[in-house]
Each structure stands twice: as structure tokens, then as C-alpha cells.
């Protein structure tokens, strides 16, 4: 089934997708005031945890590790979906992958900064950042090569610059055509960027080499980099941490909120430029069909922690279990008065809401027709991946094997700041990009017209 009405030529699609290059309406720079906002309330919250202090921050003994690192997996969750739309649906030919690889590519790459910020926030000192760089010094200081901490950098790296190079590549024939139509300074921009590229078919060849190469390179890439960043908490002894499910738990969660951003941003993308019958509904029911598969995997893994936990017989994973979703036993409030939900608790209930109770509805077609029930349906998950996510770390902070190292988290407003702004300077980046470059494929889309409607009678497109 193909994701491109026939009546639409190839100069079609050029004129179509160039016009969202054109000058922007109002609303967009309204929206951009609104993300530029958001970045600005991170950046003075960032500001005033820098004058005042970490201690600011909800961070204390035992729970170490907070909002920020949730946000650091989070964001890097989000990158997955846009390398598995762009490598791997690209391998398996599925065609309806074509108008939303380019915008998916984008979140990858702009997520995968996102998540780069969060290591920096979190050492506090964020001038002295340089010393996690394992590189000979005079402080004789180097990195232990067997920490999961370390394997993240290298594997969080590796997968920027494979992005990067992915991202730049799929770029260039389209970066051809705006060079073409555009004028001025615009046209010198562009030619130095499509770098010499005549639509010839010797080019052709060799960039179809190169691109199939780079989409073999990065589909390991999907499995193993959220894989490694699942090490960082199953290589501790911590009770909820350490079980072998975390690696494909962890992937298939990555995939599911990064699926759900891929909606969050398409849709909009689809009204406000008028993409309909590029992004078809077909495209949409396509995304919703495989989140509505991820997400019975997360169910699947959320049933599976508890039952290896009762199965298991140890106490310390048993209790831990029960405190995450019902806190002490006896007692629903374990750090407030008593009858209130403590904050793990609260995290549970919308992690499990949202993941697993929100896309039920996806099983229907008309729902999976409807972009609106979509697009309510995405963010409500990708809040609850931020509260898997959340509810993961730091619980079993809360709550390792000896009762004297027990403590409580509660997210401060200077996180609540910092977090905020970390959404806006993701959105900035991708409103930026759609003034800048073309947000679908030109040349991906072309290739899903069907053979006998590509050039029609005495019509010629490039």
C-alpha cells in the first residue's frame, strides 16, 4: 500500500515540501516565543543551582541520582525511534516510512544533544566537566574502563556520530533541490552544503552504496546503545536493578516513547504546513500500529518485574516491588502523613496509566484514524515514560538492602525548571531546523510514487 496519493507528480512533492521553507506564518513565531521561553526558564534555573549550589536539587545520601538522570535516559530513549524509522524500516522496505524519516532523523539527533546536557548538569560543577575525559593529565587521573558509566560515553558518542553522518547524508539530494529554486545568499548556502550534487546517476549509485552502508552501521546501534544505558543500573546489586529483563525492557520502552514523540512532532508538522497527503493517515495507523506492539512489550516487562521478583524469594526484591506500588507494607504513605500516596507511588500509577491503559484504545481503527485521539494518546505516553523512567531510578534508591541507608526524594522546583527547559531547547532546535531544511525526504518520498504517475505527459520534474 502505498503512502503517496497517485496524483501527485514529483514536482508536486518539490513544491510542496519547499513551501514549508517559505516565509513562516504568525503562529510560528509564536511558538518559537513559547519554546525560547521554556529554554530560558531552564537556563536561569541551570543559572541560580550554579550560584547556590547541587544541594538545591532534590539530590541527597542515598539517592544520588534524580531528575537528571532520568532526563538523561529519557531523551536518549526518544533519539531510538528516529534511528529505527530511518536504518531499520529503511532496510525492511516499508515505504510508509519515507515522509516522517526526515523529521524522526531530526529528534534523533537534536534528543541525543538534549540527553548530552544532563551528565553536565548532574557533576554540578560544570566548568570542571573536562576531567571526565580520559585523556593524560598531571592529576595521573583515568577512567575505569569496567564501569557501565563509561561504556555509556562511548556508546552515547558512537551513536551522535553515526546519527550525524546518517542525518547529514539523506540531506544532500534534497539540499540539491532548494539550491536549485532558492536565490541570493540562500543559493550560495546551499550549494556549499549539497556539495556538488547534479542528480546524476552515477551519484545516485554511489549514495545508495553509502546510505544502505550507514543503515547497516546504525541498526545495531538501536539495540545496543539503550541496551548499554540499561548496564548502568543492572550491573549494581541494587534491589529492581539488577535482573537481566533490563536490556530488551529497556529498548522496547526507548522505541515506545520515541515512536510517541515521532507522533507528538509529525502531527503538528502535517496541519500547520499542510502535509496531508504526504503524511497520510496511512503513515499515522503505521506509527500507531508498532507503539500499540511496544507497548505490550512494556506491559509484558512491567508484569514480568513482578513475578521474577515474587519468584525469585528474595525479601529484598519482593519488598522492593510492593514499595514501589503500594510504599510500606502496612502503610501507603511511607514519607508523609498517613493516607497520602507517597511520590513513588504517585510515579507508578501514571507510569502504569499511561503505558499501558493509554493505548489500549490504538486497537481501534477509528482511533488509530483520528491524528487528534493520536496525538492525545503520544503525549500522555511520553509522560509516562518519564515516570517509568523516574520511577526505575529512583525507588531503588529509596530502598536497597540495609533500612539505615533508606531516604526520600522529592523533585525540587529548580529540577522542574531544568527539565522544562530541556523540552524547550529540544523544540527550539526541531522549529529551527523546519525554517532551515526541508522536515520530509524529497527525494525518500519521490521513490513511493507509483511507476506510471512519476512523469506525467508534458510535465518534467527534477
Not at 563509561?150 to 553515526?162: Q, R
Not at 543500573?233 to 520502552?253: C, E, K
Not at 511520590?343 to 491524528?371: E, S, T
Request: hydrophobic share 55%; glycine share 8%; proline share 6%.
Amino acid at each position: 500500500m502505498t503512502t503517496i496519493p497517485p496524483s501527485i507528480t514529483y514536482a508536486d512533492i518539490n513544491e510542496v515540501v519547499l513551501r514549508t521553507l517559505e516565509r513562516p506564518r504568525p503562529a510560528y513565531f509564536l511558538l518559537l516565543i513559547g519554546t525560547l521561553t521554556g529554554l530560558l526558564i531552564g537556563g536561569v534555573s541551570w543559572a541560580i543551582q550554579i550560584d547556590v549550589g547541587l544541594g538545591l536539587s532534590g539530590i541527597n545520601h542515598p539517592i544520588g541520582w534524580g531528575v537528571y538522570i532520568t532526563n538523561f535516559v529519557f531523551w536518549i530513549g526518544i533519539g531510538h525511534a528516529g534511528t529505527l524509522i530511518s536504518a531499520v524500516f529503511f532496510l525492511t522496505r516499508a515505504p510508509w516510512r519515507a515522509p516522517v524519516y526526515r523529521a524522526a532523523e531530526a529528534m534523533t539527533v537534536f534528543a541525543v544533544l538534549t540527553a548530552g546536557l544532563f551528565p553536565l548538569l548532574h557533576v554540578g560543577r560544570v566548568w570542571l566537566a573536562y576531567w571526565l575525559i580520559p585523556y593524560p593529565n598531571s592529576r595521573m587521573l583515568w577512567v575505569n574502563f569496567k564501569s557501565p558509566l563509561v561504556w555509556d560515553v562511548f556508546a552515547v558518542s558512537t551513536y551522535l556520530t553515526i546519527s550525524v553522518t546518517f542525518f547529514v547524508v539523506g540531506l544532500i539530494p534534497d539540499l540539491a533541490s532548494m539550491r536549485d529554486s532558492a536565490t541570493g545568499l540562500r543559493k550560495l548556502i546551499y550549494k556549499s552544503l549539497s556539495f556538488g550534487w547534479n542528480f546524476s546517476y552515477q551519484q545516485w549509485l554511489h549514495y545508495a552504496r553509502g546510505y544502505l552502508l550507514l543503515a547497516a552501521f546504525a541498526t545495531p546501534l538501536v539495540f545496543s546503545v539503550h541496551s548499554i544505558v540499561s548496564w548502568d543500573f543492572a550491573m549494581s546489586l541494587l534491589p529492581g536493578w539488577h535482573t537481566t529483563i533490563f536490556a530488551p525492557y529497556f529498548v522496547a520502552g526507548a522505541i515506545f516513547s520515541g515512536l510517541a514523540m515521532v507522533l507528538t512532532i509529525v502531527i503538528p508538522l502535517r496541519v500547520v504546513f499542510d502535509l496531508k497527503h504526504i503524511i497520510t493517515d496511512h503513515v499515522l495507523q503505521s506509527l500507531a500500529r508498532v507503539i500499540l506492539f511496544t507497548s505490550v512489550i512494556v506491559a509484558y516487562a512491567y508484569t514480568a518485574e513482578f513475578f521474577i521478583a515474587y519468584y525469585s524469594g528474595v525479601d529484598f526484591e519482593r519488598s522492593l516491588f510492593y514499595f514501589r506500588a503500594f510504599g510500606e507494607p502496612g502503610s501507603l504513605a511511607p514519607f508523609a502523613e498517613k493516607g497520602k500516596m507517597g511520590f513513588a507511588q504517585i510515579a507508578f500509577g501514571i507510569m502504569v496509566f499511561c503505558n499501558v491503559i493509554a493505548p489500549l484504545p490504538l486497537w481501534r481503527w477509528k482511533i488509530r484514524n483520528n491524528a487528534v485521539a493520536l496525538f492525545f494518546i503520544a503525549i500522555l505516553i511520553n509522560i509516562g515514560m518519564w515516570f517509568e523512567r523516574f520511577n526505575i531510578i529512583v525507588s531503588s534508591l529509596m530502598r536497597d538492602f540495609n533500612p539505615a541507608n533508606w531516604g526520600q526524594y522529592i523533585p525540587q522546583p529548580v529540577e522542574f525548571g531544568i527539565t522544562f527547559g530541556s523540552f524547550g531547547f529540544f523544540f527550539t532546535l526541531f522549529i529551527l531546523f523546519t525554517r532551515a531544511m526541508p522536515s520530509v525526504a524529497i527525494a525518500e518520498v519521490k521513490e513511493v510514487l507509483p511507476p506510471p504517475y512519476k512523469y506525467p505527459e508534458n510535465h518534467h520534474g527534477n
